[in-house]
């Protein structure tokens, strides 16, 4: 509380003049940016309970079937997933570097660059992504009126990929989403909009990025590597 | 100066503010409407009951009535009523605020709840829906002919824009407060819209999943709750009602918010037990979230399960009752006046009370399998819903409406009115426990001969209720016009909202306040410790 008020008695800055970027409700440029992250924040909350859903369906299929789900896992293909695992950890450290770059006051060029990396990641992940739905496609494996399986559990197998294509379609979507924000956190920036002094957007934008990262750590093991051991 | 409803002339002026009190006005529009949709439906339901035939619809016609009342009153009316109007308006004039943290969020999550409210329109113009607005499957998946998809997006969408209003209200509160204003001096309101805001975003993804995979299930074929997959019907109804239990919660405790400071305002005292109240909420919230078995007693959930959630359901009655305990003792002793807010929150310590206990009832796992899905739970639910939630949110319209639209409603119109709704809800709704007590069960458009008396009974008592509630709009609607202009403070009461002008500025306040107390701090000033 005693932190509170005292940021709010040095309403205008350092300099006595308001920061260009400080909206008029807010009393200075610290409140602002707390507001901001205590923001995303609470909406990743928000969406650790939205996949949280999911994640419970799938605890209890898989303790229900767990001969069956084995026998679907075996279908997806490791290689792609552990790939794109990597890109995705190195597309985090991309973001990292990026909203470092415009924390320390790096040029514009330079913040621009870590986000285009980061976005070429991202859209990597989407490119290999889509060839492994492709593969579900051509083999019959997508859950509905074409579903085709010749091992031992075809109705479990068909839950297990209806779970997978809700999960990583909405994780995937989620991806879609990051690219654009990327696209004008980019734009933003090569207007030379972010600087050491007001750098929020790019640092929540991180944020989201980083989530949808983790939420892809606990996809991979859960669908790609289950009894491989 | 110009007041917030001077400050800028026009339609775009509105579409696009964004100042916290004019989209306050713009949800206040959108959910009045949605309420006497809702209401006609509910119209209907009773028409249809006046007599033990099914004369005036079909079995299916009555399906999509109750279920688009439902959808419509709960997730368009009951839910966003007193946060998105009264708590939008008045939460950061509470705590000293020029507006809330996002307020380009706030007017989005106006565009969110308009949009979700058209795919349930086009729904219910294109033919309804007809699986209740619980939307349980394998009915709504694989059964169910009617525009589950449309309906069950607009659910989807619309939960959106209670995410961001609790987004917004919990961001708000942590980082928005004036100097001064320490948690424990928070008006009991704010407190209660900051536990509204923790059960809005925790539960509401969690529905938002449920009903887009129900969607998905029927648009994609991805089977998640298809039991010919070895999907898990019940799976859903866990789900499901982890959200839809607290979210009871999301709209009774703002309600709650309201009579704390009504039932202070009216008594010109100081709440008892300040902390406890506050507290009680943010129990109910956390309590709220582990009781969601009791809606699956019968469904096939394991007897252990039942008699874990029925214990975890009692134990929230207890912040409800210890409420209810605190406003009485307010009270006690108080200079009590009784205009129109009082009025209505009596009304709902009464029926809130009488909701409240039956509710122990259901949590009572033999009894309930006796009263399950008997209008025993209809009633039970409406007591709690529309004896308590819409009270409170008629208590609240009536005691800031000065504030918010700068004029004076007529009081004895507006006694009158809190008179006919008090009488004509408990004409329509105790009947109903009678009802489910002797085996009617919900649902079903006809129903044996000796329970005419009942329900004509009911009937007429709802046709009492309609009248009260169109007496407020017509009479909130001519103050606008031929009211008396309202001062600062017309009551006499203490807090933030009422030192600044009927109707106030846009900025709020002109200097940012410092708090140096709790608001209705009537008695000679003492500051009470957290303990007290």
Request: charged share 10%; hydrophobic share 50%.
């Amino acid at each position: 509380m005693a932190a509170d008020g005292h940021a709010r008695v040095a309403a205008e800055g350092a300099h006595g003049v308001r920061h260009p970027r400080l909206q008029h409700h807010f009393d200075d440029m610290e409140q602002q940016a707390e507001a901001s992250t205590l923001g995303m924040w609470v909406f990743l909350v928000t969406e650790i309970m939205f996949f949280g859903g999911l994640f419970m369906a799938y605890l209890v299929y898989r303790t229900q079937m767990p001969d069956a789900f084995r026998e679907a896992s075996h279908h997806l293909d490791i290689t792609l997933g552990a790939t794109n695992t990597v890109i995705l950890i190195v597309s985090s450290l991309t973001m990292a570097l990026a909203v470092r770059s415009a924390q320390t006051g790096q040029p514009a060029k330079t913040q621009v660059g870590w986000l285009v990396a980061t976005m070429v990641f991202g859209a990597a992940f989407l490119g290999i992504k889509a060839i492994e739905y492709t593969e579900k496609f051509r083999d019959h494996i997508v859950p509905g009126p074409f579903f085709e399986w010749h091992g031992t559990y075809p109705r479990g197998a068909e839950m297990f990929y209806s779970l997978y294509f809700a999960m990583t379609g909405l994780h995937a979507l989620h991806m879609v989403v990051g690219l654009g924000i990327m696209t004008v956190m980019a734009s933003l920036a090569w207007r030379g909009r972010f600087d050491d002094t007001y750098y929020t957007p790019i640092e929540v934008s991180g944020l989201y990025w980083h989530f949808v990262d983790i939420v892809w750590i606990f996809l991979f093991p859960l669908l790609y590597l289950i009894g491989r051991h | 100066m110009p007041n917030y409803l001077t400050n800028g002339h026009g339609l775009a002026s509105w579409l696009l503010t964004k100042d916290h009190k004019r989209i306050a006005l713009l949800y206040l529009a959108s959910i009045t409407a949605f309420f006497f949709l809702g209401g006609m439906f509910a119209f209907l339901i009773r028409l249809e009951l006046l007599t033990p035939a099914g004369d005036v619809m079909t079995s299916e016609s009555y399906n999509k009535m109750f279920t688009m009342h439902g959808v419509v009153m709960v997730f368009f009316f009951l839910i966003p009523s007193i946060p998105a109007v009264l708590g939008n308006f008045f939460i950061p004039i509470m705590i000293g605020a020029k507006d809330l943290a996002f307020p380009r969020i706030n007017l989005l999550s106006w565009y969110v709840y308009v949009l979700g409210g058209l795919f349930t329109l086009v729904a219910a113009l294109g033919g309804g829906v007809d699986t209740g607005w619980t939307f349980y499957t394998p009915y709504s998946t694989a059964a169910s002919n009617t525009h589950v998809i449309t309906a069950g997006l607009g659910v989807f969408i619309t939960g959106f824009s209670s995410i961001l209003t609790g987004l917004n209200f919990i961001v708000t509160i942590h980082r928005m407060r004036a100097p001064g204003m320490t948690w424990f001096r928070l008006p009991l309101f704010v407190w209660s819209h900051y536990a509204t805001s923790l059960i809005m975003i925790l539960g509401t993804p969690v529905i938002a999943i449920t009903v887009l995979l129900v969607a998905v299930e029927r648009g994609l074929h991805l089977g998640i709750f298809d039991p010919a997959l070895g999907g898990d019907p019940i799976l859903f109804q866990h789900l499901f009602w982890f959200y839809s239990h607290p979210a009871v919660y999301i709209m009774i405790l703002p309600a709650m918010g309201v009579i704390s400071e009504v039932v202070q305002a009216f008594s010109r005292k100081n709440v008892f037990g300040y902390s406890f109240v506050a507290f009680s909420s943010l129990a109910i919230a956390i309590i709220g979230f582990l009781v969601w078995g009791h809606h699956i007693f019968v469904a096939g959930q394991s007897v252990y399960a039942g008699l874990i959630f029925s214990i975890l359901s009692f134990l929230v009655a207890i912040p409800s009752a210890v409420k209810v305990f605190n406003w009485t003792a307010t009270i006690y002793k108080g200079s009590v006046s009784f205009d129109a807010p009082m009025l209505y929150a009596f009304g709902f310590l009464g029926l809130f009370t009488i909701g409240g206990l039956t509710g122990l009832f259901l949590a009572t796992v033999g009894l309930d399998v006796h009263v399950h899905d008997t209008y025993f739970i209809i009633a039970h639910f409406h007591y709690i819903m529309v004896g308590g939630a819409i009270m409170g949110y008629l208590a609240g319209l009536h005691y800031w409406w000065p504030k918010i639209s700068g004029k004076m409603y007529p009081e004895g119109w507006a006694r009158f009115a809190a008179l006919i709704v008090f009488v004509g809800f408990n004409l329509t709704f105790f009947p109903q426990f009678v009802l489910g007590y002797l085996g009617m069960p919900r649902r079903y458009h006809v129903y044996p001969p000796e329970f005419q008396v009942l329900n004509v009974l009911s009937t007429a008592g709802a046709t009492v209720l309609a009248v009260g509630y169109l007496l407020p709009m017509v009479y909130f609607t001519w103050s606008i016009f031929a009211g008396e202009k309202a001062p600062m403070n017309p009551w006499g009461v203490k807090g933030l909202e009422w030192e600044i002008p009927s109707p106030p500025p846009t900025e709020n306040f002109v200097v940012s306040p410092i708090v140096t107390h709790r608001t209705h701090q009537y008695a000679p000033s003492k500051e009470v410790g957290i303990g007290g």
